[in-house]
């Protein structure tokens, strides 16, 4: 119940075009899910995030697509650039009263030039 | 830069050692969050502390244990080191505003490896 699915585990798109990350997750108390961008080395980085009462958010180039009743939410990288290339994480803030993160096991974004 | 500090960088420790590993948060950050990320893995959350008290735990054993202090910096300690416990250690603080705020901020990590 506390799981989060995602894919691809690795995906590779060429500059110009738009990359796709679908997460999937099961448990229907959850109230935020943010998306993480991790370069090597680094910590993760919030990239942009959404709350279940919202079907779309879109930052610049990043847009998160939210689907409440298939409990499945997906991040659309517009116009991929190779300074993109970094793994990306999903997460969901779990119930109760703390701030843990649930994380999907990350997609590895290629954006060759 | 989110203002998160972690020191060290790089760790090595033989099994059955202790190790502290520090973070610093931004002033006025008073919600710090530990996660555990082993290679290719997304981070798994170890515990998170508000205002100096455990506020919430993951599925790790009692050996793993935290410290909050009042100028903004913590530590995470391990005791009885075993080999699947080398990984990235990432500390994540939130803004003052209670333990729900939405931000984490995650420093760089520090990478642990149990020899």
């Known amino acids: 119940q506390q799981q989060v699915k995602q894919s691809p585990q690795s995906l590779i798109v060429q500059k110009g075009g738009i990359s796709i990350i679908n997460c999937a997750y099961e448990?229907?108390?959850?109230?935020?899910f943010p998306w993480y961008q991790q370069f090597p080395g680094k910590g993760p980085a919030l990239l942009i995030a959404?709350?279940?009462?919202?079907s779309e958010k879109k930052e610049g180039r990043f847009t998160i697509s939210f689907n409440k009743s298939a409990k499945q939410f997906s991040l659309h990288i517009m116009d991929s650039q190779p300074g993109d290339s970094a793994t990306y994480f999903c997460?969901?803030?779990?119930?109760?009263?703390?701030?843990?993160?649930?994380f999907g096991k990350g997609t590895k974004l290629t954006v060759n030039p | 830069e989110t203002g998160v500090t972690q020191s060290p960088t790089h760790l090595i420790k033989t099994r059955g050692q202790q190790v502290t590993l520090r973070c610093s948060s931004q002033?006025?950050?008073?919600?710090v969050s530990w996660y555990q990320q082993a290679l290719g893995q997304g981070p798994q959350f170890i515990f998170q502390?508000?205002?100096?008290?455990?506020?919430g735990r993951g599925n790790f054993p009692p050996r793993f244990s935290g410290l909050q202090f009042p100028n903004y910096s913590s530590e995470l300690n391990v005791n009885a080191l075993e080999l699947d416990d080398s990984a990235l250690y990432l500390c994540?603080?939130?803004?003052?505003?209670?333990?729900?705020?939405?931000?984490?901020?995650f420093g760089p990590g520090t990478r642990l490896t149990v020899l």
């Open positions: 994540a603080s939130s803004p003052a505003g209670g333990p729900r705020t939405d931000t984490q901020y």
């Open positions: 448990n229907t108390a959850f109230d935020y």
């Open positions: 959404i709350r279940p009462d919202v």
């Open positions: 997460a969901a803030r779990g119930a109760g009263g703390s701030e843990k993160l649930v």
């Open positions: 002033s006025g950050h008073n919600t």
């Open positions: 502390y508000y205002r100096e008290e455990e506020n």
